[in-house]
Structures are given as structure tokens and as C-alpha cells.
């Protein structure tokens, strides 16, 4: 269960990662609207919605969201994402220990050994042969910047 609720964070932070393109108006959208944008963070999607954590990660910011992809989520067995899914409490604190309050980019986050979740817990961070892991699970697109923050890609869902 608990690699299960580290997926579904991860997956978050790569959907928010993955597409701070502008919106129509020259914009840079926010953490939400980028990864609904980006297709690839569906499932990410989908948990924060069953969180009740959109309007917060709408919100003015800055927010540094580690994103797990689809691909991520569907490495977690279907009956263990559905129970994260539907169990409001425990997504919360998977989905928010995919976040770290402020805007830490790229070249800020590989001087750290590790950094505070909005969850409360603290997740590690290894830079090992140029390469970035958070809680071992691997950086794959960095820097996404966005409205409210900045999104880092990961390969794999986190968990506290």
C-alpha cells in the first residue's frame, strides 16, 4: 500500500511536470491545468480530483509538484490503486507528499540530500551518476515551470 500511495504522488508530480506550456493568452497555466494538458497524467489527475486537492494546487503557489506518470500509476497493482483511490485520507497524504512548498528548480533540488513534503514527512534526494532520485524513484523531466510553481517528472509513485 505504501508503494502504491508513492506511485500515485509521483505520478502527480510528472502530470504537473510534464506541460507548462502556454495557454492561448500567452499564459503559463497552473500545476493542475498543465498536467491535464500534458495527457500523460491522467491517473495523477484523476487522484487529485478524488482528493479534493484541485483548488489547492490551483492556488497562488509556488508549489514544487514531483509527478508520477501514467506509467507510473500502472506499475502499483489495479486492487491497491483502487483502494488508495478510494480511500480519501490516505491519497491525500500520498498525493501530498508529492509536493514541497516554494519553487525549487532543478539546479536547487540537486544541492539538496532532502526536502519537507507538504505531507510533513521528508522525501530523499541522491544525485547518483548525473542523475536525480527522489525516495528512489527516478527524475526524468525537470523544470516544467508553471503559474503557481514548477513540476519535476518522476518514474515511479512515492510514498510516506
Known amino acids: 500500500m505504501k508503494s502504491l500511495i508513492k506511485a500515485v504522488a509521483v505520478t502527480f508530480l510528472v502530470a504537473i511536470g510534464a506541460n ?3 495557454d492561448h493568452h500567452g499564459m503559463k497555466k497552473d500545476i493542475v491545468d498543465t498536467a491535464v494538458a500534458a495527457g500523460s497524467f491522467n491517473t495523477l489527475v484523476t487522484a487529485v480530483q478524488a ?10 503557489g509556488p508549489f514544487t509538484v514531483f509527478a508520477p506518470t501514467d506509467e507510473a500509476f500502472a506499475a502499483i497493482p489495479a486492487a491497491d490503486l483502487e483502494a488508495l483511490l478510494a480511500d480519501k ?9 508529492h509536493v514541497v512548498p516554494g519553487k525549487v528548480m532543478a539546479a536547487d533540488v540537486v544541492g539538496l540530500d532532502s526536502a519537507t513534503t507538504v505531507q510533513g514527512s521528508d522525501v530523499d534526494i541522491e544525485v547518483v551518476d548525473g542523475g536525480v532520485t527522489i525516495d528512489g524513484a527516478n527524475v526524468v ?3 516544467i515551470e508553471t503559474s503557481n510553481g514548477v513540476i519535476h517528472v518522476i518514474d515511479a509513485v512515492i510514498m510516506p
Not at 51 to 60: I, P
Not at 89 to 97: M, Q, R
Request: no cysteine; proline share 0%.
Open 20 to 22: 507548462a506550456s502556454a
Open 89 to 97: 485520507e490516505k491519497l491525500t497524504a500520498v498525493l501530498t507528499y
Open 51 to 60: 482528493a479534493g486537492l484541485v483548488e489547492t494546487l490551483k492556488g497562488d
Open 141 to 143: 523531466t525537470t523544470d
